[in-house]
């Protein structure tokens, strides 16, 4: 196995699986994780057109319990915690006094005093220090990732393949809403949210029964082609569904406002972390804006390429590559505000030369129900 820094890398409890179906296996933040299985254009599509199975148990969960769990987290994240129902998730953050980004999060309401946030991979110890750090309430935090592994059915088909192996009535969970039950006889909260832009469920299981669970699922969906996918499939799934990554279009320089998630930000619920950098970058204008772009000429504009714009350095490409869906290379990237709007010409640097783009409404991609 590979290593990092002289130590393994670290392994999800289906490891053996991955290697077992043949997986292309990548170390991936000191993760040895599968990178594609039958290759990314072919399990990018069959998570378009019929469903696909992700094992995403490197990210991490943070359990937040007491009578001041709500306070805690309202104070931590800029989205209003307060519109959570029992049952209910919400897409947020967590931020630095300055605005900018330690981590994106789910927020998951469990109870009145218990709440539970996925949380990135390469963050989780970050996201932890960061949440006890600012701890001044009466609240418990409890690092959990070690006690849960995390599997995605994504895709059409996803609702019919789990709704084979559980007892819960899937029906009635909307979107960015969850529901505690069991899947294959393990219990298991299954929550109605993803990263690749499709209908399917996330579930969250303990390790010792992920095994179990993956390859019931593997069997429950056969009959609609069901296959393994990696993370190469999540990214392109992803960057078509225009759905941020951290380290890309959000980092601990990049606020909300400019990463186009100002609708996470409830400057009206009163006092949370980075507020007031926020409300002073709201009133004086945003300087650059994240917008998609479509390549016009031959080429591909990757993470990291300069942007120019009438032959001036402009900004940067955040993501970028090959969209199987659509068959154009599309990507989003950094440009000043007054250049974001969709239509505008715009120059990538590759190798050196600049190449045409075009900037691009985002999402690339929505699914049609």
Not at 61 to 68: D, K, S
Not at 98 to 119: E, M, N, P, S, T
Not at 159 to 174: F, Y
Not at 320 to 329: E, F, H, I, Q, V
Request: proline fraction near 5%.
């Amino acid at each position: 196995m590979s290593e990092i820094a002289g130590e393994p890398l670290k392994q999800t409890p289906l490891n053996a699986i991955h290697r077992g179906l043949g997986a292309k296996m990548v170390d991936f933040g000191g993760w040895d994780m599968p990178v594609q299985y039958s290759g990314i254009i072919d399990e990018h599509n069959t998570v378009r057109k019929a469903v696909g199975i992700f094992d995403v148990s490197h990210m991490g969960e943070i359990e937040i319990r007491g009578p001041e769990a709500f306070a805690l987290i309202d104070y931590l994240t800029p989205n209003a915690v307060s519109k959570l129902k029992d049952g209910q998730a919400q897409y947020s953050a967590l931020l630095y006094d300055h605005g900018g980004f330690v981590d994106d999060i789910l927020v998951h309401k469990v109870a009145d005093q218990h709440y539970f946030l996925c949380v990135n991979a390469s963050n989780q110890e970050k996201d932890y220090a960061h949440i006890c750090e600012h701890n001044r309430f009466q609240a418990e935090v409890e690092f959990a990732s070690a006690r849960y592994a995390l599997l995605a059915v994504q895709g059409p088909h996803a609702p019919a393949t789990v709704r084979k192996l559980t007892d819960v009535d899937l029906a009635p969970i909307r979107y960015y809403h969850f529901v505690d039950g069991t899947v294959s006889g393990a219990p298991a909260r299954i929550a109605r949210t993803g990263y690749t832009g499709e209908l399917g469920f996330e579930l969250y299981v303990a390790g010792g029964d992920a095994p179990r669970v993956w390859n019931a699922v593997l069997e429950a969906g056969a009959e609609f082609g069901i296959k393994p996918a990696g993370l190469g499939a999540r990214n392109t799934l992803r960057l078509e569904a225009a759905m941020a990554l951290y380290g890309h279009e959000i980092t601990a320089s990049i606020t909300p406002l400019e990463a186009g998630l100002g609708r996470i930000v409830k400057f009206e619920k009163g006092q949370f972390l980075g507020r007031k950098a926020l409300l002073e970058q709201h009133e004086r204008g945003v300087q650059r804006l994240l917008t998609g772009f479509e390549m016009t000429g031959r080429g591909i504009g990757r993470d990291g390429y300069e942007i120019m714009i009438d032959g001036v350095p402009a900004g940067w490409v955040t993501s970028g590559g090959p969209s199987p869906t659509l068959s154009r290379n599309i990507g989003m990237c950094y440009v000043p505000v007054a250049q974001a709007q969709p239509g505008r010409t715009i120059q990538i640097m590759i190798r050196n030369q600049p190449v045409e783009a075009v900037t691009r409404p985002m999402p690339f991609y929505k699914r049609a129900n």
